[in-house]
């Protein structure tokens, strides 16, 4: 056996196909965020402009955030010291789940190490702990989902994305005993679309269905306090289980859920994701709950980020590029083909110091290839100009075409 051979050929393969991966080597700088310094295939770093960062508020770098960690991590130290039972459940922690919980209006909440274990940890356990459980997925959930799904062992199907009618029907034809849980997004990451919520919860009440959303998208975002698309269309109340993240618009690390005490105790005491893994550093989770406070209250940032997301939209329709309808902050930009995608990317980083990444399969269908754009609240309307001045020459250059105005 050649395993050599096997790993080149894999490898390979995803060369031809135009969506092998490179990670860019780059540093952001505090307090200047979008501007960072790249340091790939350059003499010294080169001053770039980030556009596809999910730190969507500049959280990351806000002064709150970081002065809340450094007190922190000279208060108890760097790490957390173990699992939530043994050493790492810190006064930090404990905090940080009340203030999630009341973001929600849920009566408990649960950390994790990342929005992607927390998906996977619940969901698997959810269904596991119900016999004979049925899951009801939307076809464009996350893929921590689907993981999350799959490990249960459990029974799946997957209704076209947001049809209420493909999904009624599939409720309907099981057996109103059997436990069920309807699983989606609010705030879906490559369309920039949103689910009909009260909807989902309408179907759910008539087959008594449990509701899972996942909010990665959304908190900070949406929402009077930030607490996303379910509090800003008042339906977190009608919802299970509200899953969500602290590395996006939070700007640090991390995931949870929130939901009922009974809920977060068999998950607490049943998921494997949980129990057996070191608890977030104090550190990022004082982070977090600085966040957290600040965007409870003030909703300056998302305003600032709305705009800047309109504006680009605005501005690169009018320059004729094929912006994907999108009524969230997510910018996607249509190409519809690997290897352009990834050629557009390399061209805007080596020549016009613009950072965005390609998407390609199969974080998105085949044939769908884009760019996705994230404008935050300290993206100037200059940059947006060099943005899409640098788009059109590029899709010039490429043969590309574009949209003639109205």
Known sequence: MNYDQIFDKAIDRLHSEGRYRVFIDIMRNKGAFPNARCFAGHNGPKPITVW???????????PKVI???????????????GTRNIGGNTHFHVQLEHELADLHGK????LFTSGYVSNDATLSTLAKLLPGCV???????HASMIAGIRNSGCEKHVFRHNDME??????AAEDPDTPKVIAFESVYSMDGDVAPVHAICDLAEKYNALTYIDEVHAVGMYGKRGGGISERDEAADRIDIIEGTLGKAFGVMGGYIA?????????RSYAPGFIFTTSLSPVLVAGVLASVKHLKS?????????ASAAMLKAKLRDAGLPVMDSTTHIVPVMVGDPIRAKKISDILLAEYGVYVQPINFPTVPRGTERLRFTPGPHHTEDMMDELADALVEIWDRLDLELRKAA
């Not at 002065?67 to 957390?80: K, Q, W």
């Not at 493909?166 to 409720?171: F, G, N, R």
């Open 52 to 62: 596809c960062s999910n730190d969507y508020l500049a959280m990351g770098q806000h």
């Open 67 to 81: 002065e809340a960690m450094e007190t922190a991590l000279h208060d108890v130290g760097a790490g957390s010291g």
């Open 107 to 110: 009566e408990g909440a649960l």
């Open 135 to 141: 899951v009801y997925s939307d076809e464009l959930n």
């Open 166 to 171: 493909h999904l009624e029907e599939l409720l």
């Open 259 to 267: 939901a009922d005490t009974k809920v977060i105790d068999c998950i």
């Open 298 to 306: 003030s909703s300056e940032e998302r305003e600032a980020q709305q």
